[in-house]
C-alpha cells in the first residue's frame, strides 16, 4: 500500500471489519489523519482530455513511449510540462514494449557457417578457462574438445597462451 488512496480504503476496512478509531486504523496503516480526512481533488477537464489524448495515442503509437509523446502534444499545445505528461503516462499505465534485440550479423560468404561433426576427429572446438594458483598468480588453461565425441583431447596449462602455441 504506497498511495494514499489504498490507504484510505485500508483504514475503511480497518474501521468496517474491527471497528476500531479512525485515529488507531490511521497509525496502523501509516497515514495521517489529515491526509485521511482531506477529500480526493477530482481532476480537471483539461487533465481528463489529456489523459484520454494520452491514450489514445499509445493505442495509435505502441512503440513511443512517454518523451515522445510530449513532444507531439507539445506541438499541438496541449502539453506544458514533462514532468507532468510522465505522471500521467505512469498514473494511466501505460507502457512501451520492451526494445527489439537484434539478431547477431553474420558474414554472408560462409565463413560464419559451423562445420557439423560427422564423425571422430572431424571437428574440434577450443575453449579457454582461467584459473588462480595459490600465490594469486593466473593461470590460463587452453582445452580441445573433439565435437564427435565430446571427448577432451588436450588440455594445455600455462600462465601465458599465446596466438604462435595454440
Known sequence: MVTPDRRRIAVGRLQDRFGVSERRACRVVGQHRSTQ??????????????????????????????????????????ATNPKRTRRLWRDEGLQRPPQRRCKRRRL???????????????????????????????????????????????IEVAHSIGADHV
Do not use: I
Open 37 to 78: 480526512r482531506r477529500p480526493k481533488a477530482e481532476p480537471d477537464d483539461a487533465e481528463t482530455e489529456f489523459r484520454e489524448w494520452l491514450r489514445d495515442f499509445a493505442r495509435a503509437h505502441p512503440r513511443w513511449g512517454w518523451r515522445k509523446a510530449h513532444h507531439v502534444a507539445a506541438a499541438d499545445g496541449l
Open 108 to 154: 554472408r560468404d560462409g565463413t560464419a557457417a559451423r562445420l557439423r561433426a560427422e564423425c571422430p576427429s572431424h571437428v574440434w572446438a577450443l575453449d579457454f578457462q582461467f584459473d588462480e594458483t595459490a600465490q594469486r598468480r593466473r593461470l590460463k588453461l587452453l582445452n580441445v574438445v573433439d565435437e564427435f565425441t565430446r571427448e577432451c583431447l588436450a
